[in-house]
C-alpha cells in the first residue's frame, strides 16, 4: 500500500506579501525552505488560518533571512498581508516507511522567527 502522509510544515506563518501580478507561486525565505525540507518548485499546500482558504501553489525562494513569505499570482486572491497561514508538503511512502517516518514541523511567529521545531504533534484532548 501506498501512503501519502505530511512531509513537512510551516506552522502560523505570516503573509508578507500578496502579488497577483506575478508568475505564480508562492516565494519562502530560503532558511525557512531549507529548515523545514521543502525543496524549490516542490508543491505546496497553503491553508489560510485567517479567512479558510486552502490552496494549492507550488514554493519558489525568497531571499535568506528575509522572512519572506509571498503568496503570488492567482492564489493571491486567497491571501492578504498580515493572514496567518500553515504550508504543507506531504511525501508518497510505503507502509514500511511511514513506520519510522516523522515529519519536519517549524512554527513560526508574527515575524516569521522560529519559535520552535518538532517532528510530532500532540493528541488532541477531548
Avoid: W
Wanted: hydrophobic share 40%; aromatic share 6%; charged share 20%.
Amino acid at each position: 500500500m501506498h501512503l501519502t502522509l505530511l512531509k513537512c510544515k510551516l506552522h502560523r506563518a505570516c503573509v508578507t506579501h500578496a502579488e497577483v501580478d506575478y508568475e505564480g507561486s508562492c516565494a519562502i525565505d530560503d532558511e525557512l525552505l531549507a529548515l523545514a525540507g521543502i525543496r524549490e518548485y516542490e508543491q505546496i499546500q497553503i491553508y489560510n488560518v485567517t479567512n479558510g482558504e486552502r490552496f494549492t501553489t507550488y514554493a519558489i525562494r525568497a531571499e535568506g533571512g528575509s522572512r519572506v513569505i509571498s503568496v503570488n499570482g492567482a492564489a493571491a486572491h486567497k491571501a492578504a498581508p498580515g493572514d496567518r497561514v500553515i504550508i504543507c508538503a506531504y511525501a508518497g511512502m510505503s507502509e514500511a516507511e511511514a513506520d519510522s517516518f516523522k515529519p519536519s514541523l517549524v512554527y513560526l511567529n508574527e515575524q516569521n522567527r522560529v519559535i520552535r521545531t518538532g517532528n510530532a504533534i500532540p493528541a488532541q484532548a477531548a
